[in-house]
């Protein structure tokens, strides 16, 4: 079966995880769509140069909407990291105006599968994507903390000197700076990681801070983020791809809060197969439920 996927945004993001699905070899066929037009044709040419020195090939067009009809997936990877630099919430300007013309671009080309949407702030962008799309909410989804989450695995696994693989656990809520790590779900060999932390004297609220800062640090020395973010994203084209049906935190409708946020959920090739229930503490849902506020307040601000 062929594998067809569309990405919104060849900035450093889009065009790095247009790089690894190629070097991968988890498309066949490739749609780039940016308002840069000598950008995206130029990433075009420049992986059609490199496809002779790969493993894999992959078509690409560029810049037809039409072309998204028979996609089985879309990322939405447009934004401006310079508004974002202190906020997630700055790009809210320049991504909310797009929203119209991108979302009716795919709804004319009769676009029926899956949006996995990268842009920030990703919990209100993903809910726009949505609304505006009609999709289903279970084909809608973010990366949200799936790359927070790494950040608090990367964190860990240094303490402990594993590799965040091999680490348990999850960074829940808003892709932001009301993100949390819940820390009762973090375990590292076969243990509580509160008991480690505890015994260590390791203090959680510091790495709550380095795992919330990760992004901005990376920011200050190149002036972008885009491997942790690719990485999360690829990883989540190939679940649903693959119908893998693997638990991964990412941006989802969430009911009881009327907001999509992060929160663990089941990922397959019908986007979000199944919903899981944490056994959070009592201060960890006092947390969620104010970054869900923190998420619907912020995306009433004037732009």
């Known amino acids: 079966m062929m594998n067809k996927i569309g990405i919104i945004g060849d900035g450093h993001v889009g065009c790095t995880v247009a790089h690894q699905l190629i070097v991968s070899g988890l498309v066949d066929d490739l749609v780039l769509i940016d308002e840069n037009e000598g950008k995206v044709k130029a990433d075009a040419l420049d992986f059609e140069d ?14 037809d909407y039409a072309a998204l ?11 401006n990291i310079k508004l974002s630099a202190k906020d997630r919430f700055g790009e809210l300007r320049y991504n909310k105006p797009r929203m119209a013309a991108v979302t009716d671009g795919i709804k004319k080309s009769g676009f029926n599968g899956i949006i996995i949407c990268i842009s920030n702030p990703v919990d209100v962008i993903t809910g726009l994507y949505q609304e505006l799309t009609g999709l289903p909410k279970n084909h809608v989804f973010g990366t949200g903390t799936l790359l927070d989450t790494s950040r608090m695995k990367r964190a860990v696994g240094k303490k402990t000197g594993v590799d965040p693989r091999s680490v348990i656990g999850f960074t829940l809520g808003e892709h932001g700076d009301s993100q949390f790590t819940a820390w009762s779900t973090v375990k590292v060999l076969e243990k509580p990681f509160i008991e480690t932390a505890k015994k260590n004297s390791w203090s959680l609220a510091d790495m709550n801070e380095e795992i919330k800062q990760g992004g901005y640090t990376v920011y200050a020395g190149k ?8 990485a999360a994203a690829v990883r989540l084209v190939e679940a649903v ?14 009911e009881e809060y009327g907001t999509y ?28 439920k104010e970054t869900a506020e923190t998420i619907k307040e912020k995306a009433k601000k004037e732009i």
């Open 69 to 79: 009809g028979d996609a089985d997936i879309i990322i939405s990877a447009m934004g």
């Open 241 to 254: 791809l693959s119908d893998s049906r693997t638990e991964m935190p990412v941006s989802n409708y969430q």
């Open 50 to 63: 490199a496809m002779a020195n790969l493993h894999h090939h992959a078509n690409i067009t560029v810049n």
């Open 261 to 288: 946020m992060s929160y663990p959920a089941v990922i397959g090739r019908d986007g979000i197969v199944q919903k899981v229930e944490l056994d959070l503490t009592d201060a960890e849902k006092k947390q969620l």
């Open 223 to 230: 002036q972008y983020t885009n491997f942790g973010i690719a």
